[in-house]
């Protein structure tokens, strides 16, 4: 049973930054692709940043540049490093793993930015 842990959510003011982490648990993993998606109120959950286990990294044009996402495979965590934050970010941000054809949830953790 996979299950995955999300943390590092909060209120920051414009301009901040706050670093999310997401362990997983379970049984040893093969290839997988670990990712962040955002749900801001009355909107579509969409996707922020994924990166794969060999490395392979994507992310949405609204966070180039702000945001990085890194891994630490040994640990099976995913990171969301988000930098120059914006009142648009403002959502619940949930992590994804995609492990043999089945996509596992987080919880999702609240991000508000907000002066």
């Known amino acids: 049973q996979v299950q995955l842990v999300e943390s590092g959510g909060g209120l920051v003011q414009p301009g901040g930054s706050l670093r999310l982490s997401c362990a997983a648990s379970g049984s040893a993993f093969s290839y997988n692709v670990m990712s962040w998606y955002r749900q801001a109120p009355g909107k579509q959950r969409e996707l922020v940043a994924a990166i794969s286990s060999g490395g392979v990294i994507n992310y949405a044009d609204s966070v180039k540049g702000r945001f990085t996402i890194s891994r630490d495979n040994a640990k099976n965590t995913v990171y969301l490093q988000m930098n120059s934050l914006k009142p648009e970010d403002t959502a619940v941000y949930y992590c994804?793993?995609?492990?043999?054809?089945?996509?596992?949830w987080g919880q999702g953790t609240q991000v508000t930015v907000s002066s």
């Open positions: 994804k793993l995609w492990l043999r054809s089945t996509d596992y």
